[in-house]
Nanobody
C-alpha cells in the first residue's frame, strides 16, 4: 500500500518562506505525477503544483513565481519551496501521487501565514 507522509508546515509571517517535504513508501514504481494540493477553510481542494516523471511541471497561476516544486534524489520524494508567502496561501497542504491509475493522498500539513 502506498503511503505519503508530509512534513514542513507551520506558522510563518507574510513574505516568509516554508519548505514542504513528501516521502512515499510502499512501492518501487516511480510515482507520476506527484504534486501538492491545498484546501483552505470553506473552499474546494485545488492543485498547487505537480511534477511528472519527465520533470515537466505545472503550477497554479496564483503561485507561479513564488513556489517551486522539485523531486528529491530519493525515489518518490517531492518538495515544495514556498517563498513570498501571502495570507491567502493559508491552507492544509496535501501531497498527492498517482500509481498505475490510482490516486494516493497524504494526511495533510497545515500552513498558516500571518500578517
Amino acid at each position: 500500500q502506498v503511503q505519503l507522509v508530509e512534513s514542513g508546515g507551520g506558522l510563518v509571517q507574510s513574505g516568509g518562506s516554508l519548505r514542504l517535504s513528501c516521502a512515499a513508501s510502499g512501492t518501487a514504481i516511480v510515482l507520476s505525477p506527484m504534486g501538492w494540493y491545498r484546501q483552505a477553510p470553506g473552499k474546494q481542494r485545488e492543485l498547487v503544483a505537480s511534477i511528472e516523471s519527465d520533470d515537466s511541471i505545472n503550477y497554479a497561476d496564483s503561485v507561479k513565481g513564488r513556489f517551486t516544486i522539485s523531486r528529491g534524489n530519493a525515489r518518490n520524494t517531492v518538495y515544495l519551496q514556498m517563498n513570498a508567502l501571502k495570507r491567502e496561501d493559508t491552507a492544509v497542504y496535501y501531497c498527492a501521487a498517482n500509481r498505475l491509475g490510482a490516486d494516493y493522498w497524504g494526511q495533510g500539513t497545515q500552513v498558516t501565514v500571518s500578517s
